[in-house]
């Protein structure tokens, strides 16, 4: 039966736990020079109708690595960006390759493509979840905290994408999951509503400093994403005050890391020298997209 991965709403506990495992498993291998050809004659198409750095180099370093190749599809450039349905684009890829990645705005587009296609789909980014990004922090943080369960996670800033998926698989894996973003920016009411049943590890509050207490990982994203450029100014006014910065970390765990899906607007989100006095993190974060799509996709193609 042919698997996807549109959100992390849809895993399992157990089903996260062995992407990451596998991550590892991967990212140990490519340190020593082992490699793990186990997509070897396959492709993967990449559609993108959001641009990218992390997400197109990743995917498709990650399916040569695995011995196989990836096709940079434009959304303008495909028949898609001329009013083909969806469905008829899913059918004909279907045909061509062994697997879609697509990033895109609409999050029913991507499962609209998963409907229709034959081969697995991967979300490489929706304006509703962003669920390769959040497995490579999760991969990040079990590097440095030895586990998910019991580990503190804060969020500051917006409640997007980024904070959805967060949510969903921090919570799942047993982690105490604490946002907190201004009035009127909460996360989906369909998120705040799976997390109701984690009464004891969530909490969402309008306080930096309230979610911030004792978190063994601050975590932040851009107070404005992509497509968001007309609510910029309104935004910044919004998100005032809602910075990781020296003063903020010193709310949390004497030896919490930061994290950021990148790129970063420093003096934003984040302060320039909270940045730097946490590069190593944030930087293994974005390396963890690579053995953490790798993953994905070896256990959705292979």
């Known amino acids: 039966m042919k698997k996807d991965l549109i959100q992390l709403l849809d895993l399992t ?51 040569y690595q695995l011995g196989g190749q990836a096709l ?3 959304g303008s450039e495909l028949q898609i960006g001329r ?8 059918r004909v890829l279907s045909r061509y390759v062994d697997g879609i990645m697509i990033r895109t705005s609409s999050h029913t587009e991507v499962e609209d493509l998963a ?70 920016h909460e996360p989906d009411s369909k998120i705040l509503d799976f997390a109701k049943a984690y009464p004891q590890n969530f909490m969402l509050t309008h306080s930096t400093q309230e979610a911030a207490a004792n978190a063994n990982v601050l975590y932040t994203d851009v107070w404005a994403s992509m497509g968001q450029e007309a609510e910029v100014e309104a935004r910044m006014k919004a998100f005032n005050g809602f910075c990781i910065n020296d003063e903020l970390l010193n709310y949390a765990d004497s030896k919490a890391i930061v994290l950021h899906c990148l ?40």
């Open 13 to 63: 506990q157990e089903e996260i736990v062995q992407i990451l495992d596998l991550a590892d498993k991967m990212k140990s291998e490519h340190k020593q020079g082992i490699p793990h050809k186990v997509l070897s004659g396959k492709s993967l198409a990449m559609i993108f109708q959001k641009s990218s750095t992390r997400t197109r180099v990743s995917f498709e370093v990650g399916m």
């Open 72 to 74: 940079f599809l434009s």
């Open 115 to 184: 409907k229709w296609s034959s081969i697995p789909v991967i979300n490489g980014l929706t304006d509703f979840a962003h669920p390769c990004q959040a497995l490579a922090d999760f991969m990040t943080i079990r590097e440095y905290m030895g586990g998910l369960k019991d580990v503190h996670l804060a969020y500051i800033g917006d409640g997007n994408n980024m904070c959805h998926s967060l949510i969903v698989g921090g919570l799942k894996c047993g982690m105490k999951v604490s946002v907190a973003v201004p009035v009127g």
């Open 83 to 90: 009013g083909e349905p969806i469905e008829d684009t899913a």
């Open 263 to 302: 790129p970063a607007k420093r003096g934003q989100e984040i302060s320039a020298e909270a940045f730097e006095t946490h590069a190593g993190s944030i930087f293994d974060e974005a390396e963890n997209r690579l053995h953490a799509q790798k993953a994905v996709m070896a256990l959705l193609m292979g």
